[in-house]
């Protein structure tokens, strides 16, 4: 992970989990059983990333550019309410085998979009620019960590 800058790194995960959200959309028309395994997966791919965010990277951005409590992480943190809002109505239908998600799944889309775009081409590359070698070295470290305590 170290080679990579955060802004690389974190616009993979976001391609990561857009091809699973993409997955659990093709899955959900043909077989529904493999499209809730699938809809777990990008599920908790998701939190973990928006995990992630907010105890890593907005503390971080935030120091190193003087906005605690205001700025584009307050943005973003509002974002993640609503990405996770979506989110959980998504799951709650799919938990009572109600495959009629679709609208759900446009306004989850639709968020996600205008928020994994404003953190390429704001916050990513602020933090990359504002960290040394060894800080980023220190972030991929701490993202791992939460990674090993989330499958503990």
Excluded at 25 to 34: I, S
């Amino acid at each position: 992970m170290e080679n990579k800058s955060l802004a690389q790194f974190f616009s993979d995960d976001h391609d990561r989990i857009d091809i699973l959200f993409k997955r659990f959309r093709a899955l959900k028309v043909t077989t529904w059983n493999e499209a809730i395994a699938s809809f777990g997966e990008f599920r908790g791919n998701l939190l973990l990333h928006i995990q992630w965010e907010e105890e890593i990277l907005f503390p971080l951005f935030e120091e190193k550019m003087g906005t605690r409590g205001n700025g584009p992480t307050s943005v973003m943190r509002a974002e993640h309410t609503l990405i996770k809002k979506y989110l959980e109505r998504v799951a709650q239908k799919i938990s009572i085998h109600d495959q009629e998600t679709e609208e759900e799944e446009k306004l989850l889309l639709k968020i996600l979009f205008l928020h994994n775009l404003r953190e390429e081409q704001v916050l990513y590359p602020a933090i990359d620019r504002e960290t040394g070698e060894a800080e980023r070295a220190e972030v991929f470290g701490a993202l791992e960590k939460v990674r090993f305590l989330e499958n503990v």
